[in-house]
Each structure stands twice: as structure tokens, then as C-alpha cells.
């Protein structure tokens, strides 16, 4: 059996794996100007750096926005298209190896998807993610670069941004320990530095990511919510989202390859009626 080329097309940035006998091997991310450009920039990436041949690929599945703008086959290689809900859920069920789960997909915005099983259905979303968080930046910031904010950001304080419930009373609420934010930015003065800055960024995005999932999994009694796309990769997950497990009594996943996980489920999509 050939290999499965799984590819997640975004608008500037393509996510591409190949899945051989149910196993991932070697994803890679390329970055162009447009989505077309990208696609293609990265099959041929893929297949050199792979030491792949042309006709080594079995089929190549696509998914994302920018999958819109491909109407032929790649390459000459038979070529079909997913729903992204369905990649995102497929991906998400495989590297956590969770049957039951929310899976969080923090893109340019973010989306929530129930995967029961082989069910995965759409259950909503909100307009905060990476492009919130490359937007606020390049005004407040002026860069859009998410390591650089990222760097900054781990040499900031939260303190002197956010207002916390220990700031506002001398004794934890019900639920709401010392520590829980109360307000965002609330603490923010106009001299605050640019690592603050980037801190309280940051910590804004992925608390309303957060936040959001809980409530949209206690709707469906989802406890298990597993994170994916690129803002997973940030060092600031590891503190953020611990703290609201401990809050809500919830568990969220971070797998292998969260990043990769809508190309992976669109390789894992093949075949699949």
C-alpha cells in the first residue's frame, strides 16, 4: 500500500503528513504568500526531504480554508477534499487516542468539535485565536511574530496586568481561589513594559480559549478537551490551562503532534464514507 498524503491548507501556511500502514511520519509546515503556492511548496518539500517518489503517494487528501482554491489533483496524484471538522476530529481521536472528547482547534480563530467515536459533529466556536493574538500584537507590540511574543511574554508579569481575585478580596470565593483572574488587563497602566504587554496578551487568548471550551463542554458533559493547531505550542499552555483544570475539574490534552492533527485526520479521512 502507497503512502496517504494528508494536507491542512491554510491561507499562507500548509501543514502537510504522510500516513503509511496507520503511522505518521515526518510532518512539516511550510509558510507562503498564497495557499496555492503553499500547497505545492509543500508536497515538494515533503517528497524531497522524505526521499519520496511521486509514485510512491497513493492519494493525497486535502482539508482547510485554502483547499478551496485546488480544483485538480496534486501533482497528477488522485486528489479528494474533507470537511476540516471531520480532520480536526479524526486527528485529535488519534493522537490522544480518545474515544470521547472536545477537540479545541485554535487557529486564526477557534472552533469546538464533539468527537464521539466516528461521530464528530461541529458544536461552535468563538473569534479569538492566533489571529487575535498576532493582531493585538502588531498594534500594542508593532510585531505579529508569535515566538517573539511568546519570548517577551515568559519575562512578563500577569500581576501587573490582569487584576486577580486576591487583589480585589481578602478571602477566596466560593470556587475561585487567590490566584483566578477577575478582570483582564484590568491592571494595565500606559507605562507598563512591552514583556507585560506580551504576557497579558497571551494569557487574554488562551484564557478566553479556555474558558469558552469549558462552557461549551459542560453543555454536551464533555470533561476531556483536546488541544490542537499552533497555539498549543505555546510555553505559556503549561501554566494557563493546568490552572483552569484545577478550576473546572476538566482535563485538557496536548498530544505529540497537536499542530498537525487536521493534516493527520485528513490522511486518516481516506476511504472513509
Same mark, same amino acid.
Not at 492519494?59 to 485546488?70: D, E, I, N
Not at 461521530?119 to 507590540?141: D, E, F, Y
Not at 490551562?241 to 485538557?252: C, G, I, Q, S, T
Given at each position: 500500500?502507497?503512502?496517504?498524503?494528508?494536507?491542512?491548507?491554510?491561507? /499562507?501556511?500548509?501543514?502537510?503528513?504522510?500516513?503509511?500502514?496507520?503511522? *505518521?511520519?515526518?510532518?512539516?509546515?511550510?509558510?507562503?504568500?498564497?495557499?496555492?503556492?503553499?500547497?505545492?511548496?509543500?508536497?515538494?518539500?515533503?517528497?524531497?526531504?522524505?526521499?519520496?517518489?511521486?509514485?510512491? *503517494?497513493?492519494?493525497?487528501?486535502? =482539508?482547510?480554508?485554502?483547499?478551496?482554491? *485546488?480544483?485538480?489533483?496534486?501533482?497528477?496524484?488522485?486528489? =479528494?477534499?474533507?470537511? !476540516?471538522?471531520?480532520?480536526?476530529?479524526?486527528?485529535?481521536?488519534? !493522537?490522544?487516542? +480518545?474515544?470521547?472528547?472536545? *477537540?479545541?482547534?485554535?487557529? =486564526?480563530?477557534?472552533?469546538?468539535?464533539?468527537?464521539?467515536?466516528?461521530?464528530?459533529?461541529?458544536?461552535?466556536?468563538?473569534?479569538?485565536?492566533?489571529?487575535?493574538?498576532?493582531?493585538?500584537?502588531?498594534?500594542? +507590540?508593532?510585531?505579529?511574530?508569535?515566538?517573539?511574543?511568546?519570548?517577551? $511574554?515568559?519575562?512578563?508579569?500577569?500581576?501587573?496586568?490582569?487584576? +486577580?481575585?486576591?487583589?480585589?478580596?481578602?478571602?477566596?470565593?466560593?470556587?475561585?481561589?487567590? !490566584?483566578?483572574?477577575?478582570?483582564?488587563?484590568?491592571?494595565?497602566?500606559?507605562?507598563?513594559?512591552?514583556?507585560?504587554?506580551?504576557?497579558?496578551?497571551?494569557?487574554?487568548?488562551?484564557?478566553?480559549?479556555?474558558? $469558552? $471550551?469549558?462552557?461549551?463542554?459542560?453543555?454536551?458533559?464533555?470533561?476531556?478537551?483536546?488541544?490542537?493547531?499552533?497555539?498549543?505550542? +505555546?510555553?505559556?499552555?503549561?501554566?494557563?490551562?493546568?490552572?483552569? !483544570?484545577?478550576?473546572?475539574?476538566?482535563?485538557?490534552?496536548?498530544?505529540?503532534? /497537536?499542530?498537525?492533527?487536521?493534516?493527520?485526520?485528513?490522511?486518516?479521512?481516506?476511504?472513509?464514507?
Amino acid at each position: 500500500m502507497g503512502i496517504i498524503i494528508g494536507i491542512d491548507v491554510g491561507i /499562507s501556511t500548509t501543514k502537510i503528513v504522510g500516513l503509511r500502514d496507520g503511522r *505518521v511520519s515526518a510532518p512539516i509546515r511550510i509558510t507562503a504568500a498564497d495557499p496555492v503556492t503553499s500547497l505545492y511548496g509543500a508536497f515538494g518539500k515533503y517528497l524531497h526531504d522524505n526521499n519520496i517518489k511521486l509514485s510512491d *503517494v497513493q492519494h493525497v487528501m486535502l =482539508t482547510g480554508v485554502g483547499a478551496a482554491y *485546488v480544483q485538480n489533483d496534486v501533482y497528477g496524484v488522485s486528489t =479528494t477534499k474533507t470537511d !476540516e471538522f471531520i480532520a480536526d476530529g479524526l486527528g485529535a481521536r488519534y !493522537e490522544s487516542g +480518545l474515544e470521547r472528547a472536545m *477537540v479545541v482547534s485554535m487557529g =486564526t480563530g477557534t472552533s469546538f468539535v464533539m468527537c464521539e467515536g466516528d461521530n464528530m459533529r461541529h458544536i461552535g466556536g468563538i473569534g479569538i485565536g492566533g489571529g487575535t493574538l498576532q493582531g493585538l500584537s502588531r498594534i500594542m +507590540l508593532n510585531t505579529s511574530d508569535i515566538k517573539q511574543v511568546s519570548a517577551l $511574554a515568559m519575562q512578563g508579569d500577569i500581576k501587573h496586568i490582569n487584576l +486577580l481575585i486576591g487583589d480585589i478580596s481578602a478571602h477566596p470565593l466560593p470556587g475561585l481561589p487567590m !490566584e483566578a483572574t477577575a478582570s483582564i488587563f484590568a491592571r494595565a497602566q500606559n507605562d507598563a513594559s512591552k514583556e507585560d504587554i506580551a504576557c497579558g496578551i497571551i494569557s487574554m487568548v488562551l484564557q478566553s480559549i479556555g474558558s $469558552a $471550551a469549558v462552557l461549551a463542554a459542560q453543555g454536551i458533559d464533555c470533561r476531556d478537551m483536546v488541544l490542537i493547531g499552533n497555539l498549543s505550542l +505555546l510555553p505559556q499552555c503549561k501554566d494557563i490551562f493546568p490552572a483552569l !483544570e484545577k478550576l473546572y475539574d476538566v482535563r485538557f490534552h496536548i498530544p505529540k503532534y /497537536s499542530q498537525f492533527c487536521t493534516a493527520i485526520g485528513a490522511a486518516l479521512a481516506y476511504g472513509r464514507k
